[in-house]
Each structure stands twice: as structure tokens, then as C-alpha cells.
């Protein structure tokens, strides 16, 4: 189990690092979509799948998004790459067609286009059975209706990977899977004002009698729980990464900002307290695990091992950790904190929204609790029961 990068890798991901300390650091508040620095990491080659080298593309995208963390680029646009990269490109690389893929994979690769997944429905979140957005067949044609919400990337893609129940009668097996170009007669896109992430544009779409060839469709007739599956095990265990590179830069900064304040009269800095030090260590501490469990999970994953267990295990762990991380580097600004100093106000509401994205703690663990027994070591020996 080796997490080490190639020497290609570990220039690629300084390179990353050099960009987003140089050009994608914000020095205000988000205020929406950033074309400009999606280009910039769309020239770096963050969104590049190797076909030689499938599984090995999805640890690269995701160093690569930690790196793009670690210079203080915007969690918002690393939410939105990494919902384009996970959510639609991966998928359709795993599972499409080569007319599919030919179609969609250069644009999606190169940036020039960008994907959405769309899932959420005003009335079903985590519950896919109860998605209620429809498809039905007319001839070499699919006629989709429906409305989905909470869509990331909505209002700016130029493609959806979209989820509707094809087979009423066969719960979560009777969904299906389809390619949406957004500029298709039928669909309408509305942004969602959202609280934090605003680099991450939220939108609804509207599907009124939306024709599709039915080539549209990615995998088979009720085939749209594997192609969720598969969006779900690269997003739940990769698309955090860039939020774990964010707070080790949020954890820097702190650092330098608690050794510069000295209150009147002391000689000694903030950071020369006690209770200081135990925060930031165990700030640390809490990012050091999350960073290699997500590891592990990525290696779970691309090795074909556990595609279920690990990235629930993953998300609800490593959003949780970056949550605390950004509460308790807010608490330790104190008054400049609420002033935003060095963004951190905007890192709390930032980190608060993705405890929710790709499924709630709550939704996690009954994915970890229900494949438990799979995971566990077989007790032997004497003391077995």
C-alpha cells in the first residue's frame, strides 16, 4: 500500500500548488463562478484521464485538487471541479460507450465543458427510490420530465448526468442514467442561493418533455443504481481532498497570524499559550487523519476492494474533520474572525455545507452499519465465539 506520488506526479502537484498560491488565491469573499481560474486548472491538466491508466487518473485528479488546496484556492471551485470530475466525467469513463465517450470525454477532459450530476429532487434526497423525474420510450427516443434540485455546476454545465425512474414498478433498480446537454429544447436551469461555496454554483433544472436519442442513455435500461454507485464511490471518497489542502493552508496562516499578536504589555505571543498549542495540535492531529484515511479509501477504491464501506467511511470522517478544523481556527481568530480575517468565517459556512453534499453523516453510517459484517476481521481461535 504505497501513497507515495511518481516524480511526474510530485511536479505536477508543486505546479498546482505554485498556481493556486500565485493566481487563484481570493482576497475577498467569493462572488460566484470563476471562468478564469477554471480555465487555469483546466490547463493544467487537472480533469486529463491517461486510457492506459484509469484508476490511476482518479488518485491523480485527487492529489492534484489537494495540492490546488494547500495554495488557498477557492473550496468553492474545488467543490465544482470535483463535482465535474467525480460526479460526470468519471462515470462516463467507467461506464459509456466509445460513441459516448468520444463524444463527451474531450470536452469534459479539457474543461471546455463542464458536467453535473443530478440527482436531488425537491422531494427525494437520499432516498433514490422516491425520485420521481421520469423517462419513457418513443420509438429511438427518450422523453424525460422531471425537476432536480441542489444540482452543483447547474447553471454553468453544458452537460448532465442525470437520474430518472424508467421502471416505476422496480424501486432503485428500475432507474436509468442519461447524457443531458443543457441546451436541449425542454430543459430549464435556475440558480439556488445557497450559504457557502459560492464558487459553486447550485442551480434546479426543469426537464418538460425533453427528447433525447436514445443513445443518451449511460449503461443499460435500469442500470442508473450502477452508474450512481459509481459516481458516488469516486465523490464520497475523493472530492474532499481539495478541502483538506484548504485547511492546511487556513492552519498556516492561523499559525503565523497567533505568533504575530502579542496582547499590551506581554512579551510572549498568542501562540506561546498552552491552550493555544493544544488547539492547533489537535487541529493538526484531526487533519493528519482524515488525510490518510481518504487515502486508504482511494486505495480501497481504485484497487477494486471495498467501493462501498470506505468512501461512506470517508466522507462522513473527513467532512466532519474539516468542519471542526474550520470552527475551531474561526474561534481561535476571535473578534478578527468575525471580521473575516483571511476568510475564515467564509471556511466555516464553506465546510458546514459539505457535511450534507453526497449524502448527510447520518446517511453514511447506515451505508458503513450495513456493510459491517463484510468488513470485519473472522474471529478465530479459542476465544472466538
Not at 24 to 31: H, I, K, Y
Not at 50 to 58: S, V
Not at 286 to 303: C, F, I, K, N, P
Request: proline share 5%; aromatic share 6%; hydrophobic share 45%.
Amino acid at each position: 500500500m504505497d501513497f507515495s506520488l511518481s516524480d511526474n506526479d510530485r511536479a505536477l502537484w508543486e505546479s498546482a500548488r505554485r498556481l493556486a498560491l500565485g493566481e487563484l488565491q481570493l482576497a475577498g469573499p467569493a462572488s460566484g463562478f470563476d471562468h478564469s481560474a477554471w480555465n487555469r486548472i483546466s490547463e493544467l491538466g487537472v480533469f486529463q484521464v491517461d486510457p492506459a491508466d484509469t484508476p490511476g487518473a482518479l488518485a491523480r485528479t485527487t492529489h492534484l485538487l489537494e495540492a490546488l488546496g494547500t495554495g488557498g484556492a477557492d473550496r468553492g471551485l474545488l467543490f465544482a471541479a470535483g463535482a465535474h470530475f467525480f460526479g460526470c466525467l468519471w462515470p462516463l469513463l467507467q461506464l459509456g460507450t466509445p460513441a459516448q465517450r468520444e463524444l463527451w470525454g474531450p470536452p469534459l477532459e479539457s474543461g471546455r465543458a463542464i458536467g453535473a450530476l443530478a440527482i436531488t429532487e425537491p422531494e427525494a434526497g437520499s432516498a433514490i427510490s422516491a425520485l420521481s423525474t421520469s423517462v419513457t420510450t418513443e420509438g429511438d427516443q427518450v422523453v424525460l420530465h422531471g425537476h432536480k434540485t441542489l444540482v452543483t455546476n447547474a447553471t454553468v454545465a453544458q452537460v448532465l448526468l442525470l437520474i430518472a425512474k424508467e421502471f416505476p414498478n422496480r424501486g432503485s433498480l428500475g432507474l436509468s442514467a442519461f447524457l443531458v446537454p443543457t441546451n436541449t429544447p425542454g430543459v430549464s436551469l435556475r440558480p439556488i442561493q445557497t450559504i457557502g461555496l459560492e464558487g459553486a454554483p447550485s442551480g434546479e433544472v426543469e426537464l418538460n418533455s425533453v427528447r433525447l436519442p436514445a443513445t443518451s442513455r449511460l449503461g443499460a435500461a435500469g442500470g442508473g443504481l450502477g452508474v450512481l454507485l459509481a459516481a458516488m464511490q469516486a465523490e464520497r471518497t475523493a472530492i474532499l481532498a481539495g478541502f483538506l489542502g484548504a485547511a492546511e493552508f487556513d492552519l498556516a496562516r492561523c499559525d503565523h497570524y497567533l505568533k504575530s499578536r502579542r496582547r499590551t504589555g506581554e512579551q510572549s505571543s498568542l501562540a506561546d499559550h498552552q491552550a493555544v498549542q493544544h488547539t492547533l495540535a489537535e487541529i493538526r492531529c484531526r487533519l493528519e487523519s482524515a488525510r490518510w484515511l481518504l487515502y486508504r479509501g482511494l486505495w480501497e477504491v481504485t484497487q477494486g476492494r471495498d467501493r462501498i464501506a470506505w468512501p461512506a467511511m470517508v466522507k462522513k470522517c473527513v467532512s466532519e474533520a474539516v468542519y471542526e478544523c474550520a470552527h475551531d481556527i474561526q474561534c481561535l481568530y476571535a473578534g478578527a474572525g468575525w471580521r473575516n480575517l483571511n476568510r475564515s468565517a467564509t471556511a466555516v459556512q464553506d465546510t458546514m455545507a459539505i457535511l450534507a453534499a453526497s449524502g448527510t453523516t447520518e446517511v453514511q453510517l447506515n451505508t458503513i452499519a450495513s456493510q459491517l459484517t463484510k468488513t470485519l476481521v473472522p474471529l478465530t481461535g479459542p476465544g472466538a465465539p
